[in-house]
Protein backbone atom coordinates (compact mmCIF):
# COMPACT_ATOMS: atom_id res chain seq x y z
CA UNK A 1 0.00 0.00 0.00
CA UNK A 2 2.93 2.45 1.00
CA UNK A 3 4.38 1.80 -2.51
CA UNK A 4 1.36 2.85 -3.96
CA UNK A 5 0.69 6.24 -1.84
CA UNK A 6 4.32 7.42 -2.18
CA UNK A 7 4.32 7.79 -5.97
CA UNK A 8 0.93 9.80 -5.94
CA UNK A 9 1.79 11.86 -3.75
CA UNK A 10 4.76 12.74 -5.53
CA UNK A 11 2.79 13.69 -8.12
CA UNK A 12 0.18 15.62 -6.33
CA UNK A 13 3.04 17.50 -5.34
CA UNK A 14 4.55 18.20 -8.94
CA UNK A 15 1.28 19.27 -10.27
CA UNK A 16 0.86 21.91 -7.17
CA UNK A 17 4.43 23.30 -7.06
CA UNK A 18 4.39 24.12 -11.30
CA UNK A 19 5.32 27.76 -10.78
CA UNK A 20 5.17 30.67 -13.44
CA UNK A 21 2.43 30.24 -16.16
CA UNK A 22 2.41 31.49 -19.44
CA UNK A 23 -0.16 32.47 -21.67
CA UNK A 24 -0.09 33.81 -25.26
CA UNK A 25 -1.55 36.94 -25.75
CA UNK A 26 -0.64 37.06 -29.28
CA UNK A 27 -0.66 33.91 -31.93
CA UNK A 28 2.48 32.19 -31.40
CA UNK A 29 3.01 31.98 -35.47
CA UNK A 30 3.29 35.44 -37.51
CA UNK A 31 2.91 35.64 -40.78
CA UNK A 32 4.93 37.88 -42.43
CA UNK A 33 3.34 37.88 -46.10
CA UNK A 34 5.51 38.98 -49.13
CA UNK A 35 8.55 41.04 -48.26
CA UNK A 36 11.45 42.38 -49.66
CA UNK A 37 15.06 40.76 -49.94
CA UNK A 38 17.60 42.87 -47.60
CA UNK A 39 14.68 44.27 -45.69
CA UNK A 40 14.48 43.48 -42.32
CA UNK A 41 10.83 43.09 -40.77
CA UNK A 42 9.98 42.96 -36.89
CA UNK A 43 6.62 41.41 -35.07
CA UNK A 44 6.33 41.84 -31.17
CA UNK A 45 4.85 38.23 -29.54
CA UNK A 46 3.11 39.51 -26.26
CA UNK A 47 2.35 36.97 -22.97
CA UNK A 48 0.69 36.92 -19.99
CA UNK A 49 2.16 36.04 -16.43
CA UNK A 50 -0.90 34.35 -15.35
CA UNK A 51 1.36 32.06 -12.41
CA UNK A 52 1.58 33.49 -9.16
CA UNK A 53 5.24 34.29 -9.21
CA UNK A 54 7.42 36.77 -10.89
CA UNK A 55 8.17 34.98 -14.63
CA UNK A 56 11.89 35.30 -16.17
CA UNK A 57 12.54 34.88 -19.57
CA UNK A 58 16.00 32.92 -19.24
CA UNK A 59 16.76 32.68 -22.90
CA UNK A 60 15.46 32.72 -26.22
CA UNK A 61 17.00 30.76 -29.20
CA UNK A 62 16.01 31.22 -32.82
CA UNK A 63 17.34 28.65 -35.50
CA UNK A 64 19.62 30.62 -37.66
CA UNK A 65 21.23 34.04 -37.84
CA UNK A 66 18.94 35.37 -39.74
CA UNK A 67 16.60 35.60 -37.14
CA UNK A 68 17.17 38.20 -34.03
CA UNK A 69 15.37 38.53 -30.96
CA UNK A 70 15.11 40.60 -27.89
CA UNK A 71 12.88 40.50 -24.89
CA UNK A 72 11.68 41.76 -21.49
CA UNK A 73 14.76 41.67 -19.23
CA UNK A 74 12.98 42.44 -16.24
CA UNK A 75 11.03 40.25 -14.17
CA UNK A 76 7.62 39.98 -14.97
CA UNK A 77 5.02 40.28 -11.86
CA UNK A 78 1.51 37.86 -11.89
CA UNK A 79 -0.81 39.64 -13.78
CA UNK A 80 1.61 41.56 -16.02
CA UNK A 81 2.42 41.31 -19.47
CA UNK A 82 6.42 40.74 -21.39
CA UNK A 83 7.26 41.02 -25.13
CA UNK A 84 9.55 39.08 -26.97
CA UNK A 85 10.64 41.08 -30.51
CA UNK A 86 11.28 39.02 -33.39
CA UNK A 87 13.40 40.24 -36.23
CA UNK A 88 13.96 38.70 -39.42
CA UNK A 89 16.13 39.52 -41.92
CA UNK A 90 16.01 37.80 -45.36
CA UNK A 91 18.96 37.39 -47.54
CA UNK A 92 17.87 34.63 -49.38
CA UNK A 93 14.57 34.79 -52.12
CA UNK A 94 11.77 32.46 -51.44
CA UNK A 95 9.89 30.88 -48.47
CA UNK A 96 10.74 31.10 -45.23
CA UNK A 97 9.64 29.33 -41.60
CA UNK A 98 11.42 29.95 -38.49
CA UNK A 99 11.19 28.66 -35.00
CA UNK A 100 11.69 30.55 -31.62
CA UNK A 101 12.19 28.58 -28.36
CA UNK A 102 11.33 30.99 -24.98
CA UNK A 103 12.99 29.41 -22.06
CA UNK A 104 10.93 30.60 -18.87
CA UNK A 105 11.88 30.32 -15.52
CA UNK A 106 10.27 27.45 -13.39
CA UNK A 107 9.56 25.49 -16.84
CA UNK A 108 11.86 22.86 -18.84
CA UNK A 109 10.04 22.87 -21.96
CA UNK A 110 10.68 25.65 -24.19
CA UNK A 111 7.32 27.65 -26.11
CA UNK A 112 7.56 27.70 -29.54
CA UNK A 113 7.29 30.44 -31.70
CA UNK A 114 7.33 30.49 -35.37
CA UNK A 115 7.81 33.34 -38.08
CA UNK A 116 7.17 32.79 -41.80
CA UNK A 117 6.56 34.61 -44.76
CA UNK A 118 7.90 34.86 -48.30
CA UNK A 119 11.24 37.09 -49.38
CA UNK A 120 10.57 38.50 -53.20
Known amino acids: MI????????LVNLHTTA????????QTTHDFGDIKLGLPVKHDFRFKNTGDAPLIIDNVRSTCGCTGTEWTETPVPPGAEGTINVEFDAHK????YKKITVFFNGQ?????????????
Open 3 to 10: SFIVPFLF
Open 19 to 26: GPQTAWIS
Open 93 to 96: PGYF
Open 108 to 120: RKGEKLYVEGFVE
